[in-house]
């Protein structure tokens, strides 16, 4: 398939579509929940953190299950019903604030609800796109979804902020359960039909994890590139569990305003998704990689100086180019980890590293409340992005610095 054969694709353009609007609805979410938290329950700075903590959770405690299912079963069937669980979740929030119910502790559960069903949905989803498009047009078909997402991540939070300003905080999550809607019935229509997976001769759940988890350990590649986001993942998910908290209570901002730096700040997504594909094919992918990483992330130590007035463009600044660093290295690890890992044994690679990736979120998220209440908010995020820059060293010091480009399999690196 030529490049422009993804465009006239048309189970890719469903998916497209579907994972287009749903992520514009997330990231109508990634505004809205805290300030349903923050201004509609005036919830403590833990409170905030446990609840962003919640979201992540799920990755610790379903993870590498999750990636034994996905090699199981056909991954299509598995991706409609998460976005049937989160419609659910999301939509009981607005549902409950119609009748002044809305609670605390039913906000935790749905932010963990929709985070159980994230977790099946985001393997399922990097195991069903190699299934839907050829292996050439892998790089093409990440870059294509993941700016999408970033052009929502730039879109949705200033439309979360309007919304919050137009309607109650907890009724502008109506746009995210729509979404999930509009995503299940693109999902539905996609023609192309997966084929069953090869059976294993024997079903042992913890064996089949276990192989997963072995092939990333054994792989310095594979490993190298767990470890290190895992540490970023850590400290720069508590920064963005407490991001609202800091720009409402310490930078003083109207929720209108916090939407547009946090769609200002997408900007950088979008940009480090549409240089991805180049710079992979100018410099190599290997050292577009760890570049993407160790070139950007000292810029986050701009933002704990954010100030009213001009101030605030040290936020978007430092956002907006930590943002394209971490977009460029998404859409260059996707498209490798899926061409470089055996098909059957695919989803559980995925889930084994995401277990450590997303695992330290919640850790990471604690930490970022904790560390708010007790030591201020503007304190916690200096401590927080500090800490996000350790990923740079990893990187910087990894097996990638003597490759140009990344192998497309795993004979390069294992025995």
Request: proline share 6%; aromatic share 8%.
């Given at each position: 398939m030529n490049r422009a054969g993804l465009?006239?694709?048309?189970?890719?353009?469903?998916?497209?579509?579907?994972?287009?609007?749903?992520d514009l609805g997330t990231a109508v979410t990634v505004v809205v929940l805290p300030l349903v938290a923050v201004i509609y329950l005036h919830s403590s700075a833990f409170e905030v953190g446990l609840?962003?903590?919640?979201?992540?959770?799920?990755?610790?405690?379903?993870?590498?299950?999750?990636?034994?299912?996905?090699?199981?079963?056909?991954?299509?069937?598995?991706?409609?019903?998460?976005?049937?669980?989160?419609?659910?979740?999301?939509?009981?929030?607005?549902?409950?604030?119609a009748f002044d119910a809305l609670t605390i502790g039913q906000l935790l559960v749905a932010g963990f609800v929709t985070g159980l069903a994230t977790v099946v949905f985001q393997v399922a989803y990097q195991s069903y796109l190699p299934?839907?498009?050829?292996?050439?047009?892998?790089?093409?078909g990440n870059a294509k979804l993941q700016g999408t997402q970033a052009v929502a991540g730039v879109v949705g939070p200033g439309l979360g902020g309007l919304l919050v300003h137009l309607v109650r905080a907890p009724f502008a999550l109506l746009v995210d359960a729509a979404s999930y809607l509009v995503s299940v019935v693109a999902l539905l229509a996609i023609r192309?039909?997966?084929?069953?997976?090869?059976?294993?001769?024997?079903?042992?759940?913890?064996?089949?994890?276990?192989e997963g988890a072995r092939y990333v350990v054994a792989d310095p590649l594979l490993?190298?590139?767990?470890?290190?986001?895992?540490?970023?993942?850590?400290?720069?998910?508590?920064?963005?569990?407490?991001?609202?908290?800091?720009?409402?209570?310490?930078?003083?901002?109207?929720?209108g305003?916090?939407?547009?730096?946090?769609?200002?700040?997408?900007?950088?997504?979008?940009?480090?998704?549409a240089v991805a594909r180049p710079l992979g094919r100018r410099f190599g992918t290997s050292r577009t990689l760890w570049l993407?990483?160790?070139a950007t992330a000292p810029f986050a130590l701009l933002i704990p100086l954010t100030t009213t007035g001009a101030g605030l463009a040290f936020f978007v600044v430092g956002n907006v180019i930590v943002l394209a660093g971490i977009l460029v290295y998404n859409v260059t690890i996707s498209a490798f980890r899926q061409a470089y890992c055996p098909p059957s044994l695919l989803g559980r690679v995925v889930a084994s590293m995401r277990f450590v990736l997303f695992g330290t979120m919640p850790l990471g998220a604690l930490l970022g409340g904790t560390l708010a209440s007790l030591a201020g908010v503007r304190p916690a995020v200096w401590i927080l992005l500090a800490g996000s820059v350790l990923p740079a060293f990893v990187l910087t010091f990894s097996p990638l610095r003597g490759l140009r480009d990344l192998p497309t399999s795993p004979a390069v690196t294992q025995g």
């Open positions: 465009l006239r694709h048309p189970d890719f353009r469903l998916l497209w579509l579907g994972q287009g609007v749903s609840l962003s903590a919640l979201e992540w959770l799920p990755w610790l405690l379903i993870g590498l299950p999750a990636g034994v299912w996905v090699d199981r079963v056909r991954a299509r069937p598995l991706l409609i019903w998460a976005d049937v669980v989160r419609l659910a979740a999301i939509g009981s929030v607005p549902l409950a604030a299934r839907l498009v050829e292996k050439a047009d892998l790089v093409e192309s039909r997966e084929p069953e997976p090869v059976p294993a001769q024997e079903r042992n759940l913890r064996k089949e994890i276990g490993r190298v590139l767990t470890i290190s986001p895992a540490i970023g993942n850590f400290f720069y998910i508590g920064f963005q569990a407490i991001v609202v908290l800091f720009l409402v209570r310490s930078v003083h901002a109207e929720s305003t916090v939407g547009v730096l946090l769609a200002l700040v997408g900007l950088g997504a979008v940009a480090g998704a993407s990483i160790a």
